[in-house]
């Protein structure tokens, strides 16, 4: 049984760090595009960051450019995102992802994704 768990979540300044760490389990993810995405209250779940099995990401340029860096181990089947220069806007629940089809594509799109982890909370205060 597959199971991702996101942590890192939690209160923060505008202006602060966070940085969200998900583990998979279950599966061997080294080859699978990981990714994360967040859905604030009344909103569609957003995409964030994305990165396949071989170090490609792609970001969601409009909202997280140059303030967001995803990243994984391979080895401890864990992607990372690093969230600096905080805004208010960016609070939401952030959940991370994972894609089997790393080989033919680095999707955007939520329902590419064949696993969920439950999501993890994320506040910035003004």
């Known amino acids: 049984q597959v199971h991702m768990v996101e942590s890192g979540g939690g209160l923060v300044q505008t202006g602060g760090s966070l940085r969200l760490s998900c583990e998979a389990s279950?599966?061997?993810?080294?080859?699978?595009?990981m990714g994360w995405f967040r859905q604030a209250p009344g909103k569609e779940r957003e995409f964030v960051a994305a990165?396949?099995?071989?170090?490609?990401?792609?970001y969601n340029v409009d909202s997280v450019k140059g303030r967001f860096t995803i990243s994984r181990d391979n080895a401890k089947n864990t992607v990372y995102l690093q969230m600096d220069s905080l805004k208010p806007e960016d609070t939401a629940v952030y959940y991370c992802?994972?894609?089997?089809?790393?080989?033919?594509?680095?999707?955007?799109?939520?329902?590419?994704?064949?696993?969920w982890g439950q999501g993890t909370q994320v506040t910035v205060s003004s």
């Open positions: 992802a994972a894609d089997r089809h790393s080989l033919v594509r680095l999707s955007t799109t939520p329902r590419d994704y064949d696993w």
């Open positions: 990165m396949r099995w071989n170090g490609g990401a792609t």
């Open positions: 279950g599966r061997t993810f080294t080859t699978y595009t």
